[in-house]
């Protein structure tokens, strides 16, 4: 398979699919769980909170990784970004305020956000600065 242009991964990585999100555990190695992201074409974000058991897995080791996959069914394709990933409290919920849109339906987007905004400032953001990324073209 192909590797993916720079312009196709951005457009890519700008539609709405879920990642899957490794960090390194202390004791039992990658934990890998699947996440909401968003992708400016230099940085990829993900919102969480504060509280999240991947924050202290960031926090202690920064390595992470990122993949994001085309569904069963399509032409194969995929990213999987590899980096350093930092941790910005207090901004989680304003990417989740743009991301939940893109996730969710309106109405359950709106209530969504209603609930998460009594404990917004609980919310972080997961930065990731990308050191390697690779990707796959469908052919």
Avoid at 57 to 72: F, K, M, N, Q, Y
Avoid at 95 to 115: F, G, I, M, S, V
Wanted: proline share 6%; glycine share 6%; net charge neutral.
């Amino acid at each position: 398979m192909a590797e993916m242009s720079v312009a196709e991964r951005d457009a890519f990585l700008r539609e709405a699919r879920i990642g899957t999100l490794a960090t390194l555990d202390a004791n039992s190695g990658p934990v890998a769980i699947p996440i909401w992201y968003e992708w400016d074409g230099a940085r990829a974000r993900m919102f969480t909170s504060v509280r999240s058991p991947k924050v202290a897995r960031v926090r202690r080791d920064g390595r992470v990784c990122l993949t994001v996959a085309e569904p069963v069914g399509v032409p194969e394709a995929w990213v999987a970004i590899e980096g350093v990933a930092t941790i910005e409290e207090g901004t989680g919920f304003a990417l989740a305020q743009r991301l939940a849109p893109r996730y969710y339906p309106a109405e359950q987007a709106e209530r969504t956000l209603a609930a998460w905004e009594r404990v917004a400032q609980d919310w972080a953001t997961i930065v990731i600065e990308p050191r390697r990324i690779r990707s796959s073209a469908p052919e």
